[in-house]
């Protein structure tokens, strides 16, 4: 998510996580990832936010990673 997005989204993510006493600051996944760092209006020729397309990055990332295990 920091490469895609950038380290101040990672920050502010994080930073939101930890005044949610639901939120587990250690985790991406259905933690951190929900928090809100960027705009979250749809961007013309992307059909989502920047916001979301950086949420599901981490996810879309490891989904394709089974693609390429053992290829190494």
Same mark, same amino acid.
């Given at each position: 998510?920091? &490469?895609?997005?950038?380290?101040?989204? /990672?920050?502010?993510?994080?930073?939101?996580? #930890?005044?949610?006493?639901?939120?587990?600051?250690?985790?991406?996944? %259905?933690? /951190? +990832?929900?928090?809100?760092? #960027?705009?979250?209006?749809? /961007? +013309?020729?992307?059909? +989502?936010?920047? %916001?979301?397309?950086?949420?599901? &990055?981490?996810?879309? /990332?490891?989904?394709?990673?089974?693609?390429?295990?053992?290829?190494?």
């Amino acid at each position: 998510a920091s &490469y895609n997005g950038g380290f101040g989204s /990672v920050t502010k993510r994080i930073r939101k996580c #930890q005044l949610d006493k639901e939120c587990d600051k250690t985790l991406w996944f %259905d933690n /951190v +990832e929900k928090k809100q760092a #960027q705009s979250t209006k749809k /961007v +013309e020729g992307y059909g +989502e936010s920047f %916001d979301s397309i950086n949420s599901k &990055y981490p996810r879309r /990332v490891e989904e394709r990673m089974i693609k390429y295990k053992g290829k190494l």
